[in-house]
């Protein structure tokens, strides 16, 4: 078809959102701290063909009591034409627990830094 799947918008937008949660987070306390996605949607503005240039640019929309929502915008890097839009709620988790955790201060401070 000559252009962007829609699993490589899912995979370079999930890509993005480590380095987003990754700012946020700093320095991982310790292996049982992770994210869980609990919502994401895709919308799709205008076809990326295969191997052009493009940018993901994070925004932070919300910040809960555990969780952060954002939106990501994929543009082409060249022409700056809007081609997707993505937002997320990811969950600050407890992997070993299986359970939410609160956000620390200095992450929800980082976060609304974003906003």
């Known amino acids: 078809m000559g252009h ?9 937008f999930d890509d993005a959102s480590f380095q987003l949660l990754g700012h946020i987070a700093g320095k991982i306390p310790d292996e049982s701290f992770g994210w869980a996605d609990v919502r994401s949607t895709t919308d799709y503005k205008k076809e990326m063909p295969a191997g052009d240039l493009l940018t993901i640019r994070s925004q932070v929309l919300k910040v809960g009591r555990s969780s952060i929502t954002f ?7 060249l022409d700056g034409e809007l081609r997707a839009i993505n ?3 990811s969950v600050c988790f407890d992997k070993i627990a299986r359970h939410s955790l609160e956000l620390e201060p200095a ?5 609304e830094r974003l906003m």
């Open 4 to 12: 962007m799947n829609v699993r490589h918008y899912a995979g370079m």
């Open 71 to 77: 939106r990501q915008t994929m543009a082409g890097s």
């Open 87 to 89: 937002e997320t709620t």
């Open 107 to 111: 992450m929800r401070m980082r976060a």
